[in-house]
């Protein structure tokens, strides 16, 4: 059974830091590669990053490279996406998504199963 919970949500203020989670289930986390996405007001959603279950390698959509980090917590069955430096434009919907796919790529429509999203808001 997938399921993936996103936290970690808020307001922040421009070149603030945030670190969102996504939770899976302990199946998921173990069989899925564990992707990033947002999708900003009137925008598409695109693609952040991914970490893949077999050996937590992980890729980046080239735009956010160098202000977001994905990481895992095996133990906690959780995903992390760290955030610094973040600028107004970062403001969207964040959703986690697992696909069944080794290595892991940013390629949304690869990705099955989505969570409900947390919201990002960056503002003064």
């Known amino acids: 059974h997938v399921q993936l919970v996103e936290s970690g949500g808020g307001l922040v203020q421009p070149g603030g830091s945030l670190r969102l989670s996504c939770v899976a289930s302990?199946?998921?986390?173990?069989?899925?590669?564990i992707g990033w996405f947002r999708q900003a007001p009137g925008k598409e959603r695109e693609g952040i990053s991914c970490i893949s279950s077999d050996d937590g390698s992980t890729d980046y959509t080239d735009s956010m490279k160098g202000r977001f980090t994905i990481s895992r917590d095996k133990d906690k069955n959780t995903v992390y996406l760290q955030m610094h430096s973040l600028k107004p434009e970062d403001t969207a919907v964040y959703y986690c998504?697992?696909?069944?796919?080794?290595?892991?790529?940013?390629?949304?429509?690869?990705?099955?199963?989505w969570g409900q999203g947390t919201q990002v808001a960056v503002s003064p």
């Open positions: 302990e199946f998921t986390f173990n069989n899925y590669a």
């Open positions: 998504a697992a696909a069944s796919i080794f290595p892991c790529t940013v390629v949304e429509v690869l990705y099955d199963y």
